[in-house]
């Protein structure tokens, strides 16, 4: 008898426990995956003033996104910023997102370059997936002692920067040494072997120059304390985060280097089971405002696709910019093409072959 | 005889148990192995397969990592444990009342705060710019910056630190238990300092030492945070390649492949490691 008693408590607990689980939320959200600085407090609060909408922002990168869309088959995000050429071989693979719907877009609004850019390379199939928003470029960011030697990501590896260099074992700093080496790696994109006998040039040079590198960074805010400590004086790195500390040190400087910085676009796209696609469409017209992206560019250094935003933007800012690009460097941006599927896995074995090396 | 109800009881007892364990990780586990045996034959066809596995003996670097992972994993287990057993013997013999709580509670302060605080701490210390640096130019003992960071003794150091608390504990509760007697009677009979360890003192801890060590010999093997922050380029990890073919290159196939081999070889040593020590794990985690 006592026993039964307690099974009944016990049963009894089990089911408060369940119901506690069940409790649902009812205002509307958007959940925007996206990059740090894409989202600025400011920005946020005044979206969610204006719409009533809650804004949750989880921060993250590519590879980051791609992965946790992949998991759960495009859904947990209303809307997401992945670069533009990361979404087609994706989309081809895993399926993770829905086409855009550009009669929702209010364009007028964008730089009309960068929108048929980023439409071209996200195309599948005859249906849009990005919508531009922010873009930057990658290169070299060096203090001025060395400025004059390192003119060139093959000149990390020149000995007189021993110990003081810094670069990510990504596909960035693959192709960045490719093109610096006088190889096209986009080129070769489409021709496997082709890309295959270049990586093997880059892996060998990343090997030979692993002695001079001082650590391989992870994240920004790694790198910038390297480079603000004068640990590192030579680095690849975005160049928002040179411009940043540019601001700090006058004696720290982004460069284009001469083979040409990589440009990157950040889209906006819409994941295959976003909840609230209404809300996500709500989120890109406000954002691309003149005026709102220019404060996304001032939280981010990086600048947008918003047209007539660069009024608005910090003046420093926009020195530091042109003090980086001359009209030739900004014509000899290299601009990521799409990414074919399956290149990842063989640039893969060769960054884990360069981490691995002695 | 039981009646329906207590066996009833049991069951709701065991309910969360099981859910946990199955859910968590049983059906996780088996997922993984599914997906490990996938094949990518291209984009969109999967076939089963061993590749995977194979590429683990074929290239090189997967392997060579995992070796050394083993080894630095089982050196930063033995310099824990010759780290932590005077600790541990101070805190269960020597010190009584109040000043062995507080000696307790000094070896728990620093994982109240996270993994990554605690490897931050070290780097402020060992980076070039960092606190022993200044320091030893200071004293005058180095004539430049020193760079302490970024190499395999720090990842040590950071490896050791993590895990003392988890070795210190075990060592504690074993030596609390051990009869003065014993130890007079060793050397009643005539034994050294030396003797006495071996003979008396660490047959009475091996328990508590070996439930230490695979604890710290697990943790060390799995740690991410620590190899990557403080290794710097060399650090070849096992779980960073585990954690770049999920996240970095969409290889979950591989990924899965590999996470199975360190389960698998992980196993295999805490098993080697019980019959060199002629322990069961029973007796060890009873």
């Known amino acids: 008898m006592k026993a039964r008693q307690e099974w009944r408590q016990l049963a009894a607990g089990l089911m408060v426990g369940a119901l506690g689980f069940s409790g649902t939320t009812s205002a509307e959200e958007l959940r925007l995956i996206t990059w740090g600085g894409y989202a600025p407090d400011d920005v946020v609060a005044q979206f969610e003033e204006e719409t009533g909408i809650d804004v949750k922002v989880t921060l993250s990168n590519n590879e980051d996104m791609i992965s946790k869309l992949r998991a759960t088959g495009g859904a947990g995000f209303d809307l997401a910023q992945p670069s533009q050429d990361r979404i087609v071989g994706v989309q081809r693979q895993f399926n993770i997102y829905k086409p855009i719907d550009f009669s929702r877009v209010n364009t007028d609004q964008l730089q009309p370059s960068m929108v048929k850019a980023t439409r071209d390379s996200t195309e599948l199939e005859g249906e849009y997936y990005g919508v531009p928003s922010v873009w930057g470029t990658s290169g070299l960011i060096v203090h001025d002692s060395v400025a004059d030697q390192v003119t060139d990501y093959t000149d990390l590896c020149d000995p007189s920067v021993a110990g003081q260099v810094s670069y990510r074992l990504k596909r960035p700093t693959l192709i960045g040494f490719g093109f610096a080496m006088g190889l096209d790696p986009f080129a070769a994109y489409n021709d496997r072997d082709e890309y295959e006998s270049i990586l093997a040039k880059v892996e060998d040079q990343l090997i030979d120059c692993k002695s001079n590198v001082k650590t391989y960074w992870t994240g920004g805010d790694q790198l910038l304390a390297l480079l603000r400590t004068g640990e590192v004086t030579a680095a690849m790195a975005w160049d928002a985060g040179g411009w940043k500390l540019n601001a700090e040190n006058p004696d720290i400087r982004f460069v284009a280097p001469e083979s040409g910085a990589l440009g990157w676009i950040d889209t906006f796209a819409i994941p295959r089971r976003s909840e609230n696609e209404a809300a996500a469409y709500q989120w890109i017209n406000f954002v691309m405002q003149p005026e709102i992206a220019a404060k996304i560019t001032n939280a981010s250094g990086n600048f947008t696709a918003s047209k007539g935003a660069d009024e608005y933007v910090r003046a420093e800012l926009r020195g530091a910019y042109r003090a980086s690009f001359d009209q030739q460097a900004i014509d000899n941006i290299k601009w990521y093409p799409p990414v074919p599927p399956g290149l990842e896995t063989v640039e893969g074995q060769v960054l884990d072959r360069v981490q691995a090396a002695n | ?286």
């Open chain 2, 1 to 286: 005889m039981k009646s329906p109800a207590t066996r009833l009881s049991l069951i709701l007892l065991l309910t969360p148990f099981l859910l946990w364990i199955v859910l968590l990780v049983i059906l996780p586990h088996l997922q993984m192995l599914r997906v490990s045996f996938q094949v990518r034959e291209s984009w969109d066809t999967l076939s089963w397969g061993l590749e995977q596995y194979a590429n683990f003996f074929s290239e090189s670097y997967y392997w060579r990592t995992f070796v050394r992972t083993g080894v630095m994993s089982l050196f930063t287990t033995f310099l824990t444990l010759l780290i932590a057993f005077p600790i541990a013997w101070y805190i269960a013999r020597l010190a009584s009342g109040r000043a062995r709580g507080l000696l307790f509670l000094a070896c728990l302060i620093p994982f109240w705060a996270s993994e990554l605080v605690r490897t931050y701490g070290w780097m402020i210390l060992l980076r070039e710019s960092g606190l022993f640096s200044a320091w030893l130019q200071a004293l005058g003992w180095s004539d430049g910056p020193v760079e302490m960071l970024y190499n395999d003794a720090a990842v040590i150091i950071g490896l050791v630190y993590n895990g003392l608390l988890f070795m210190v504990v075990p060592l504690v509760t074993t030596l609390d238990g051990m009869e003065e007697n014993l130890v007079e009677a060793g050397y009643d009979l005539g034994g050294g300092h030396l003797t006495v360890l071996r003979e008396v003192v660490v047959p009475w801890a091996m328990p508590g030492i070996v439930s230490g060590c695979i604890v710290v010999f697990m943790l060390t093997l799995g740690s991410y945070l620590t190899p990557t922050l403080m290794g710097g380029k060399d650090s070849a990890w096992f779980t960073q390649q585990i954690f770049t073919q999920f996240i970095t290159r969409f290889n979950w196939e591989q990924g899965a492949a590999l996470g199975a081999l360190l389960l698998g070889l992980s196993s295999l040593i805490v098993w080697a490691g019980l019959k060199l020590t002629g322990q069961s794990l029973r007796k060890v985690m009873g």
